[in-house]
Every structure is written in structure tokens, then in C-alpha cells.
């Protein structure tokens, strides 16, 4: 597909989004709803989606690149040519969340579960690359499995630094089962981690 094409391919969606917006404010189907998205919002690639509040305007649409950098480009690239609406805001991927630090999801077992992750404790380390690995120290896990801490990881740093700069700042994250001696003089509260990072931006 040439750039033209890709162009007007983000015209076509906008231009259909503007046509369908209110189905997406005053929800009356949710599965229609969803359906009606997901055939245009994948027909770009492998994206997630979301509905919400939003701050300064009612709701927000994001399209989120699924920590894919090559998909934030796009996802960057489509909502760079949004409209202006007095209804919506767009985002190109998860943005910074106003919470309490309180996490709900599923296990692998389909038990709900609510996590304080406040309680939470974390490291940075700097690759050669300058790139950050995320060390999690968490107590309060201990039903989830790997698949469970990579989904809960990932939320709880795009909710404090955003999925963009997730992508492209961080190498890694991983939680670590107890902390050494070598850690114990650096590792912070979670609470900590958006004041620490943006600093190190800063400097970067």
C-alpha cells in the first residue's frame, strides 16, 4: 500500500467514525457496537481498541499498538488525523491512568482478583542500549501465573508512564522473587516510579 493510499484509507475511517459516533456515546448494543469497530479499526492491523471517559471531553477512543512499536507508528499516523470533536478524545495508544493503584482482573482460573499494587516495590536498571529493564517486587501475586504477571506488568506500567513510552523506553519488565543486597538501597515504592521516570527522561 503506498502512503496516498494509506491516507486515504485513515480518511475513510475517520470519515466513517464521524458518520457512526453517536452509536459509540449512547451505547445500545454492545456487541454490534464492538463488531462495528473491530471490522474497522483491524482492517489496519493487530489493535486493541478501547472506549472510556474521558477528562477534558466526554469519552475517549483509544487505539492501542499492543506494545508493538512498528503498530504505534501506525496507530500514531491514524490518530494524527482525527477530527476535532467536541465529544471525543484519540489516543494512539493505553494513556497515563488517574487510579488509585488498585488492579482488577482475571486469573487463569477465572477468579476475579483485586490487587493493591500500591504495595508494590520496583527497580530500574539501564541497558547498554539506554534503555530501562523494570524489576516488580510484588508480594500479593501468589495465584497469579507467568501469563497473569506479564498482562498485570504491562497494565500497571502503561496506567503510570503510558503504553507509548512503555514501548519506546522500557527493555523489559519482570518481577523478581525476593530482593538482594545489591537492590535493597534502590528499590522505591511503586507510588514512586512516574516521578523517577520522568526525571530519567530528563536526562536522557
Known sequence: MTSVQFKNKINDFWNWF??????????QDPH???????????QFGAFAWEIGEGKSKPHTLTISPNGNSKLLRLSQAIIGEAPDSVYWEFFAAKPVRDWDFIM???????VKQTVDTAEWEYLFRMTPEFKLRILLYAENIDSFDEDDKKSASDFVVDSIIG???RIDFVDSIEFISFVDETQEEDIKSLLE????????????
Do not use: G, P, T
Not at 32 to 37: D, I, N, Q, Y
Not at 193 to 204: A, C, G, H, I, W
Open 104 to 110: 482488577e482482573m482475571y486469573d487463569a482460573f477465572m
Open 32 to 42: 454490534a457496537v464492538r463488531e462495528m469497530l473491530d471490522n474497522q479499526i483491524l
Open 163 to 165: 503504553e507509548a513510552d
Open 193 to 204: 516510579m512516574k516521578v523517577e521516570f520522568e526525571s530519567l527522561l530528563d536526562k536522557m
Open 18 to 27: 464521524a458518520e457512526h459516533e453517536e452509536r459509540f456515546r449512547i451505547i
